[in-house]
Nanobody, 115 residues
Framework: QVELVESGGGAVQAGGSLRLSCAASGSIFSINNMGWYRQAPGNQRESVAR???????YYGDSVKGRFTISRDNAKNTVYLQMNSLKPEDTAVYYCRVFISPDVYWGQGTQVTVSS
């Protein structure tokens, strides 16, 4: 079994920064893609960023140039550095990890950006 533990959420003012972390533990041989999703009230869950095992990074259009995803394979951890935060970034952020053939989700961490 695999467990994901997220940390780093909180409340900030517009223009501020936060860094999210998601550490995977358990029966892990090799992690494929790692990523972050978010869900605001009344909205569907959307992809924010993902990073492949080879280090290729992909971003949602709304966060390009502001957010940076990275991973530490030795620690089985994925990070999301969020800069220039906007009120519309307010959501619960979930990490998602693909360890073939299964997908695992974190418990979610709240990010609130005030104007």
């Amino acid at each position: 079994q695999v467990e994901l533990v997220e940390s780093g959420g909180g409340a900030v003012q517009a223009g501020g920064s936060l860094r999210l972390s998601c550490a995977a533990s358990g029966s892990i041989f090799s992690i494929n893609n790692m990523g972050w999703y978010r869900q605001a009230p009344g909205n569907q869950r959307e992809s924010v960023a993902r990073i492949t095992s080879g280090g290729n990074m992909y971003y949602g259009d709304s966060v390009k140039g502001r957010f940076t995803i990275s991973r530490d394979n030795a620690k089985n951890t994925v990070y999301l550095q969020m800069n220039s935060l906007k009120p519309e970034d307010t959501a619960v952020y979930y990490c998602r990890v693909f360890i073939s053939p299964d997908v695992y989700w974190g418990q979610g961490t709240q990010v609130t950006v005030s104007s």
